[in-house]
């Protein structure tokens, strides 16, 4: 995999080449995250906080909120320095599949893809679409789908 350059500024838009990817460090999903998530949100979901429920179901044990792996995956993303400084705005989620459970103790990482990127010269940057695959420990995708940002461009016009 083609690596992204070493620096602490994110890229701008124009570094955001086509083709490129990323994998991420790890994260292991802790049963304080899922019961943090649960008070946060206000997802009490018996299949995410009853384990007794838990075993009752085809899972067996609880599973983490989708949403709070997805929310991992964001975390995982951002501390990259990718984006640090030079995202715009965080314009869409399109094609998200939630394709396999996750479980206290599982360790998730994100691998990163750049799928394309748009110039918007009236708004100073360019929109970048990122392909992301959610992998655990087994190398499995739990999720994946792609995230749309708008980027900043280079203001000394490298």
């Known amino acids: 995999m083609a690596p992204f350059p070493n620096k602490i500024q994110g890229l ?3 570094e955001f080449e086509p083709g490129k990817t990323l994998i991420t460090t790890g ?14 949100s206000g997802d009490f979901n018996q299949l995410h906080v009853n384990e007794e429920y838990g075993k009752q179901t085809i899972f067996e044990k609880r599973v983490a909120h989708g949403l709070l792996v997805l929310s991992m ?35 998730i990482h994100v691998v990163l893809k750049i799928l394309e990127s748009r110039t918007v010269p009236m708004l100073e940057g360019g929109l970048v679409v ?29």
């Open 12 to 14: 701008w838009f124009e």
């Open 27 to 40: 994260r292991t999903v802790s049963e304080a995250d899922i019961v943090n998530f649960a008070g946060l």
């Open 73 to 107: 995956a964001v975390g995982l993303l951002v501390q990259t320095g990718l984006l640090k400084d030079t995202m715009g705005a965080f314009r869409e989620i399109s094609k998200w599949k939630f394709r396999l459970p996750v479980f206290i103790g599982d360790t």
């Open 130 to 158: 990122l392909g992301l695959d959610v992998v655990n420990q087994k190398d499995e995708v739990v999720m994946n789908g792609n995230f749309h940002l708008f980027m900043l461009s280079d203001p000394a016009g490298r």
